[in-house]
């Protein structure tokens, strides 16, 4: 199957807060690119096409964005989320860019200079 996303997205299952209606709760960040995310976490959020979050890595990551909310489905007691940017600020989308060059710099390569990893 072909990727149909016109940017890469990095499998990153991470820990992490989402602030939806001013109350944050326990999320995992499946995959993240530049464009949206996709979301897992014990509780539904609110049934929005467009929702106002706030998503925070640590006390040093924190996103403010409004997401639309593409497709949602449930695997057993977790709710997953596809999620795409519809307004963030240029220096959260560098923040995205500066963590997953960082903390994924495998996957990084791999998808932005793949000829690279011909050898």
């Known amino acids: 199957m072909s990727e149909r996303r016109q940017t890469p997205r990095w499998h990153i299952h991470k820990a992490a807060q989402v602030k939806v209606q001013g109350e944050f709760v326990d999320c995992v960040v499946e995959d993240?690119?530049?464009?949206?995310?996709?979301?897992?976490?014990?509780?539904?959020?609110?049934?929005n096409?467009?929702?106002?979050?706030?998503?925070?890595?640590?006390?040093?990551?924190g996103l403010d964005m409004r997401v639309d909310v593409p497709w949602s489905q449930q695997?057993?007691?977790?709710?997953v989320y596809g999620?795409?940017?519809?307004?963030?600020?240029?220096?959260?989308?560098?923040?995205i860019y500066q963590y997953l060059s960082h903390h994924f710099p495998e996957q990084f390569?791999?998808?932005?200079?793949p000829e690279s990893q011909k050898s």
Not at 33 to 47: D, M
Not at 49 to 61: A, P, V
Not at 75 to 79: F, H, I
């Open 32 to 47: 993240l690119n530049l464009k949206g995310l996709r979301l897992s976490l014990a509780q539904k959020l609110p049934a």
């Open 49 to 61: 096409d467009r929702l106002h979050i706030t998503l925070s890595f640590s006390e040093s990551l």
């Open 75 to 79: 695997y057993g007691s977790r709710y």
């Open 83 to 95: 999620l795409s940017f519809a307004i963030i600020a240029d220096g959260d989308r560098e923040k």
């Open 109 to 113: 390569q791999s998808k932005w200079w």
